[in-house]
């Protein structure tokens, strides 16, 4: 048995789940997610837990029971407390601005890079610390969007000058040999 997949799930106060079969839909105060998952897992609601189990031991089935587990309890988190991601922007010259909702990144290009926020996910910006808040109720969509605005300038490995996850560790590497004896004669 799965150790993920046979975990209930609590259902905090203020969230509603509706199950519809293989249809469930997750209302909060921070927003509202519906999804629906393969037959194979049953799903269903018990005094205030979730509960997924799976019809057989085939290994295809034992995984979509402990992903279909995962998923649901992402989405339970996410319109309860919501997530948030931190990205750094490292680089001299490298800043990043709110004009309202929309993030300005200055990269380095000839042109500001404006990100505009899908449905559910907004930006916050710490210009001291250059750090930017990303924060939603849908795990997935948040984590596409970090991605993509850490895709525009990512870190490069001699300076480390981009942007990155807070926290990231960025792999170096040594600079050109010939500059540290003085190079050519």
């Not at 905090?12 to 509706?18: I, N």
């Not at 921070?30 to 205030?48: H, M, N, P, W």
């Not at 916050?124 to 993509?148: C, F, M, P, S």
């Amino acid at each position: 048995m799965s150790r993920i997949g046979r975990m209930p799930i609590t259902v905090p106060a203020g969230v509603q789940v509706d199950i519809n079969g293989t249809d469930v839909s997750v209302k909060g105060p921070k927003g509202q997610l519906a999804r629906t998952f393969s037959d194979v897992v049953t799903i269903e609601l018990k005094e205030g837990h979730i509960l997924v189990q799976r019809s057989s031991d085939e290994p295809m089935i034992r995984a979509l029971h402990g992903t279909t587990r995962a998923v649901i309890q992402n989405m339970v988190t996410g319109v309860s407390t919501g997530f948030t991601k931190f990205l750094e922007i490292d680089g001299v010259g490298y800043r990043a601005e709110m004009d309202g909702p929309k993030l300005v990144l200055y990269l380095g290009f000839s042109h500001p890079v404006i990100v505009e926020p899908p449905e559910g996910i907004s930006f916050e910006v710490d210009t001291k610390t250059r750090q930017v808040k990303i924060h939603g109720y849908n795990v997935e969509v948040l984590g596409q969007l970090a991605a993509d605005i850490r895709k525009i300038r990512p870190p490069e490995p001699y300076k480390g000058k981009g942007i990155h996850y807070l926290g990231e560790r960025i792999r170096r590497k040594a600079g050109k040999a010939g500059k540290a004896k003085g190079g050519k004669k």
